[in-house]
């Protein structure tokens, strides 16, 4: 990928300003100086490798030269309509990420992709992970100044991290498609659908298509505070999210719980 390649593969979305590099230490954070130094809404960071890509949970994010997707766009207050608190459009937002990497994953393939969302920001091919989203957003008072939408896809087999650094299963697009895939193509069905999905962000079909799209709906699933190896707090079977992005659950005693987006990680209950 180079800059002019990228600006030719996304010319026909009303994106800001594009910024391509070979290698960078975290896009999320080149994306967050620049909107501190007035980027405008829509501004893209991209970088072919990271050095210091970072996760949710202070995690590090893995990606090797020329293997992934490695994006960070810029929102402004004006053009995203979440009205909401603080951790409501933390998860909202995160959603949106993920939403679009599912909807672009299923463009690219022509439905043979099924992906799905592991809440809270995860997205899951066959299970195992495939995509993360890491929303960062600045505040003043009760109103934000800026978010950056950071999105990490694994697109071929280099940029799946090894075994032994994983917490949860991972895979990429390329082994679950079992072909490979052009990483313009893919960016471009991303950022389409990231536009598609923001201009829906308080609408029913937002909601819908989050809850559609939820892994392990039904299923029992280990809560742990922190990261999936972290103290297991309990097992519960999900329900599905909440308008407010809240995750519904029911325990062994019948109980409703609700988790807001924060210090906890989901995994199946092994069988
Ligand atoms: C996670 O799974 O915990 C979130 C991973 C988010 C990774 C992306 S890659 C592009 C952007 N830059 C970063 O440093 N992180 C995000």
């Known amino acids: 990928m ?14 800001g300003p594009v910024r391509f590099h070979r290698q960078t230490g975290s896009t999320n954070e080149d994306a967050n100086h620049w909107a501190q130094a007035g980027a405008p809404d829509l501004a893209l960071v991209t970088a072919e490798e990271q050095t210091q890509g970072r996760g949710r949970l202070e995690r590090r994010w893995f990606t090797p030269p020329g293997a992934a997707l490695a994006l960070s766009l810029v929102l402004r207050p004006d053009q995203t309509p979440v009205d909401a608190g603080r951790p409501q459009a933390l998860a ?8 679009a990497v599912c909807s672009a994953l299923e463009d690219i393939s022509r439905g043979e992709l099924q992906p799905e969302i592991k809440w809270p920001n995860d997205v899951l091919l066959e299970r195992r992970k495939t995509a993360g989203i890491l929303v960062e957003i600045s505040w003043e008072g009760e109103r934000f100044t800026s978010a950056v939408l950071g999105i990490g896809v694994n697109v071929s087999s280099q940029s799946v991290p090894p075994a032994n650094a994983l917490l949860f299963p991972a895979t990429c ?3 679950a498609l ?13 950022l389409e659908r990231v536009l ?3 201009a829906r962000l308080n609408s029913d079909e937002f909601l ?6 939820l892994a392990f709906k039904g299923e029992w699933v280990q809560i742990s505070r922190g990261d999936p190896s972290g103290p297991t707090m309990k097992n519960a079977r999900l ?9 519904e659950l029911i325990d062994r005693e019948g109980k409703l719980i609700t988790l807001q987006t924060g210090e906890v990680s989901l995994r199946p209950v092994e069988k």
């Open 2 to 15: 180079d800059l002019e390649a990228i600006q030719q593969a996304l010319n026909h979305l009303p994106l």
């Open 92 to 99: 909202r937002l995160t959603a949106l990420g993920a939403l």
């Open 173 to 175: 697009v390329e082994a």
């Open 178 to 190: 079992g072909r490979s895939v052009e990483r313009l193509e893919l960016l471009g069905a991303v």
């Open 196 to 198: 598609y999905w923001r």
């Open 208 to 213: 819908q298509a989050w809850q559609e799209q």
């Open 239 to 247: 329900v599905g999210v909440r308008m407010d992005g809240g995750l």
